[in-house]
């Protein structure tokens, strides 16, 4: 079973996998399954920017997307995401794709399905094709990532991807730090320590801003965003005094004139609407490596009889 | 014209030749329509479960699916569903899937449309796929429905399908009782008679379990979970009385602790996930009934001067 | 770049061009984009009846449908139009359908993406490809525009298209007059005169109804629908006194009973259903113009660098 559930269950040679085919789909490569194959996008939390890259995705790969609407589902009615699962596999879905508001939603269905199940986000908790998109951008730009200083920026508690990033990046070499307003600083991921906005933004390769989600502060604590801007965003003179190659990436969407000057979206610096791009990318290899396991397995044979052999 | 309206325009023939068709698809057959062809699935009515499953039929016979939101569509200005329908078959989709929470909502239709209409569910009449993927499944495990004792179970009176499964099953040669709450027992259906929960658990090959449709009870009437489940729903206890060949069937989604245990939600004896594979094949079957008719007339002649013959 | 995004930028060279490839289409031409081409289509404003006939004429083409639901995207968030239209040509979508409910809403778009858009419709503004699909049904009947009489009548202050159609049909060389509630005859639009209702219906070639909005009205100045039926629709008495060979058009959904008596919908006259027909040929037509444009550039050369040289 093929799940992407959390960066962490990637080693670094299934990271550098993922990106290297990735990659060739980028070059114009392309990878189609033997059979016809059904997929259907499960998103409780919306996110249509998520949502249409994977169909982009699911659509280069020549997959068949069963439309699925969160809103009006059963769940609705009570039902368990598990049952919700469970019937889309018997319907005859070969994989998952799920977003959801609830952290760690997947642990509900480990080990109870013979399809794989990709994660869009869950919650405050993961989003690991975000982190691999990040990665492959990286990657691109620099062709390593040893010696690599990345700086992120912003509001890291509620960020899904700040953590797997840092993490992620550690374990390949980079160095890794923080900055915005410190008291949105998390001292429980337990890598890379916080800097001054002013310092991170001189040294950094990376800067890797991330969104203000305004609809997950509970506490109307957000502070004016012209006066976010000069604090902790990335102003025109700040943007002056990154290194020569230095790159601005955002996992977007932007609050323009909040984390980024409106005027450096579209810098020459800015990977902002690359990230984007190679997450299509990144999302079909992905894709491609769930399928190529089910297919190689034989789930068709044992979904006749799952009746028989289920619990 | 190749409607399925309701289960008793289909002659014991008809149903015969479905699921004959279904099995055949199950089994592994192809079939495909000689030109691209278009169908939309209009669900007035919410209902995930049976929208993804007919859309996995279109997708496996090749058909293109207009996507169609109910919610926001003209019919909430005021357009009568007649002239919804109509508008589809002018801009060329060849068949629809009717789910509304109007009661025989098709009658409006019925004879001034040139293309068929199968009906996904109208209000508290009839869902006949639900029907016949019921009748498959029967037919899977006992090869006959001949000498069959059937025990329907719960909800009768709010349930689309207990009608219409007891008129079938009379007249295939199956006996049918009905048990659950006194109260809910709808006399009026005229066939079966009521039999104690106990009794009617004990006796049956097949122990059909109906979903409380808590969103239909008007009057806040329903018991509390437990209590329900003790006095008439599936226990394990009661499981243990069962037939030794006898199988669980509901038509989902399940409630779960209320209509049946957790627990024997896929014990051995369910075909609960089962019947949700079986709906895809019987809606393969219908679609293929349909279309076919469509194409072996002259719809696309006609439609070129619809105006001038209307009327 | 071949945007459309109103009638006006449209010479009638153009005009015919696309009527009579839409035209083709409708005698059963085919055409097919030589790659995999993706299309999005966003209704920021529902529209159930335009987004399916696009659907139709994309499907049509073999194009690739990337779902987009407007309710729940970024816009919601506060992202701009132009970082979500930004965002699909990021992740590959190669041409935007968008309906919007502000006014000019291309404007913020216009030579910053490099990707067509199709405007379905802005505000009160432009509706182009329905005042297309008009000309086509009116090109069919009667084979020329020029010395034709064209009454438009309603609600010609809140329809996108009367304006359109009346400057067009105009320059195509048919009279346009206007009819319907004084109040809501427009004179800003600077072509053609107000006419009595018996008049204007007994002497037209073509009785362009409109349809009422009553969403748009903000104030509750709509007429009893009967009494505006006697008074400015098309009753059965007005339908007698039309020329024999004159035409009755209605951009639907239809009020019926209110601008036109509901058993003249599908009278012999009535081309309503046909313009629906027309309607999905005519956005063929107009999406074959945009794609071949695309492949005719270098999109996907540019597209790999396209953060280099935005800005």
Not at 55 to 63: D, F, P, Q, V
């Amino acid at each position: 079973m093929r799940n992407l559930l959390t960066m962490n269950e990637l080693s670094v040679h299934d990271i550098e996998g993922i990106i290297s085919q990735a990659q060739a789909f980028a070059n114009g490569e392309g990878w189609f399954p033997e059979s016809q194959t059904m997929v259907a996008n499960l998103f409780f939390e919306p996110s249509t920017r998520t949502k249409c890259s994977f169909e982009m995705a699911e659509r280069k790969l020549g997959l068949e997307v069963i439309p699925f609407d969160a809103g009006t589902s059963s769940v609705q009615k009570g039902e368990t995401l598990y049952d919700t699962a469970r019937t889309l596999e018997a319907i005859g879905v070969n994989a998952l794709v799920i977003r959801h508001e609830q952290d760690a939603y997947f642990d509900e269905l480990k080990g109870r399905l013979s399809i794989p199940v990709i994660n869009a986000g869950d919650g405050c908790g993961h989003h690991p094709t975000q982190s691999l998109l990040d990665l492959m951008t990286i990657k691109q730009e620099f062709g390593r990532f040893k010696g690599l200083k990345i700086a992120i920026i912003g509001d890291i508690r509620h960020s899904r991807v700040a953590r797997s990033n840092a993490v992620a990046l550690t374990r390949l070499g980079s160095e890794v730090v923080f900055s915005g307003p410190p008291e949105w600083f998390d001292e429980g991921i337990g890598i890379g320590g916080y800097e001054d906005i002013d310092s991170a933004i001189g040294t950094a390769d990376v800067v890797m801003l991330l969104r203000i989600q305004h609809e997950r502060h509970a506490e109307k604590e957000t502070r004016a965003d012209a006066e976010y801007l000069q604090r902790f965003g990335l102003t025109k003179m700040r943007e002056r005094s990154m290194k020569p190659k230095a790159i601005i990436m955002h996992p977007a969407p932007i609050n323009r004139g909040v984390e980024v000057d409106t005027d450096l979206v579209e810098c020459g610096r800015s990977r902002i609407f690359k990230q984007m791009e190679n997450g299509v990318f990144i999302r079909m290899a992905v894709l491609k490596r769930a399928i190529e396991q089910i297919k190689g397995g034989n789930i068709h044979e044992n979904s006749h009889q799952k009746w028989s052999i289920a619990r």
